[in-house]
């Protein structure tokens, strides 16, 4: 069982770095809509590539989070799953694996 418990754990730390990458790509997708950086720079092409989709569903899924004030809080919702999905999902593999250790 030690084996399949360290793919386990291995799994959750992949998958937390990719969350806290995440979460960096969308602050600085947050950053450069502040900045008024030119669009097409390729860093910035990158950022809204890389968020665009997850924020279009939520703008779908929740179209009030547009309308609020002149401000979108899409980043601020997608930033709120990706630390859930850090504490449920990464911490639950963690203790599954922990519990198969035993």
């Given amino acids: 069982m030690g084996f399949v418990a360290n793919i386990i754990e291995g799994i959750a730390s992949i ?3 990719f969350l806290q990458v995440y979460m960096f790509i ?4 947050v950053i450069v809509s502040w900045v008024g950086a030119d669009p097409l720079n390729p860093i910035v092409r990158f950022l809204y590539k890389a968020t665009e989709p ?3 569903k939520f703008r779908r899924w929740l179209p009030f989070l547009r309308d609020l004030g002149g401000l979108d809080l899409t980043p601020l919702v ?3 799953v990706v630390f859930f999905l ?3 999902v990464v911490q639950n593999l ?5 519990k198969m250790k035993q």
């Avoid at 963690?94 to 922990?98: A, D, M, P, Y």
């Fill in 54 to 56: 997850i924020f279009s």
């Fill in 86 to 88: 850090q504490y449920a």
């Fill in 94 to 98: 963690v203790l599954l694996s922990l």
């Fill in 26 to 29: 969308i602050v600085g997708r």
């Fill in 15 to 17: 998958l937390n770095m």
């Fill in 78 to 80: 997608a930033l709120g």
